[in-house]
């Protein structure tokens, strides 16, 4: 017997794969559809798909008149409508906000770096330590409830079997680095210019951010129904 559903994971560009993501659905047997829309490839449906995981990416959730956006709204609102759980990385999180019913707006300054965050339930969030990459924040949709903050921003939301949270447990050191560099500028406009220094950080704590990270994926899985299985 094995499972008939899949995982459909959108990326949106070659520097932000699903990285630790794609090693815990491999990890755990779970069979899954990467669509990078950086490629051109259009998205797929959501017949067969058991959830939708939208990663990061450096458009807003808010760039709607962008066709890669509104085509990605469409399908998370299909993904609600079907009651097809959809679980949100950063700009995965606040698109999964705006289409609950929140709003997405620019941050004075972004986050950048390791956080730890204040977590009201460690189960589904642990507290981190996390990586945070990200210069917009979501409101928290109407029937949602708020789980997880930083003096900063929200962190995490919870709707139903919908999980959308604003750091990156996809992500390691390795590729956020890529981002640092790549923003150096942008950055540079907020004052920051130790955006590389801030992940600096000890072995331990990326295994402890990959270890956070499953149990996240986890207890996502653990509140969807399983799938129908074949003979």
């Known amino acids: 017997m094995s499972p008939r559903r899949h995982a459909l994971v ?5 520097t932000g794969p699903p990285a630790l993501l794609g090693a815990w659905l491999e990890e755990r047997g779970i069979p899954w559809e990467l669509c990078d829309t950086s490629t051109g490839a259009p998205l797929p449906g ?3 798909v058991r959830f939708v995981a939208s990663l990061g990416a450096a458009a807003s959730a808010a760039d709607t008149h962008l066709p890669a956006v509104a085509a990605e709204t469409a399908l998370v609102e299909h993904a609600v409508a079907d009651d097809v759980p959809v679980l949100g990385l950063c700009f995965g999180g606040q ?8 709003t997405v707006e620019p941050m004075d300054a972004p986050e950048v770096g390791w956080v730890s965050i204040e977590t009201d339930d460690p189960a589904l969030v642990p507290a981190g330590p996390w990586l945070a990459w990200h210069y917009d924040r979501y409101t928290v949709p109407p029937a949602a409830t708020e789980i997880a903050r930083t003096e900063h921003s929200s962190h995490a939301f919870v709707r139903g079997s919908h999980l959308g949270v604003q750091f990156h447990p996809e ?5 956020v680095r890529v981002w ?3 923003d150096a500028e942008r950055l540079a406009s907020f004052g920051i210019t130790d955006g590389l220094q801030r992940l600096e950080a000890p072995s331990t704590t990326e295994q402890a951010a990959r270890a956070a990270a499953f149990a996240l994926f986890d207890a996502f899985l653990s509140r969807i129904p399983d799938p129908v299985p074949t003979s």
Do not use: F
């Open 10 to 14: 959108v990326q949106h560009a070659p």
């Open 46 to 48: 959501l017949e067969g």
């Open 95 to 102: 698109l999964l906000a705006r289409v609950l019913g929140g």
């Open 171 to 175: 992500s390691t050191q390795e590729h």
């Open 180 to 182: 640092a560099a790549k």
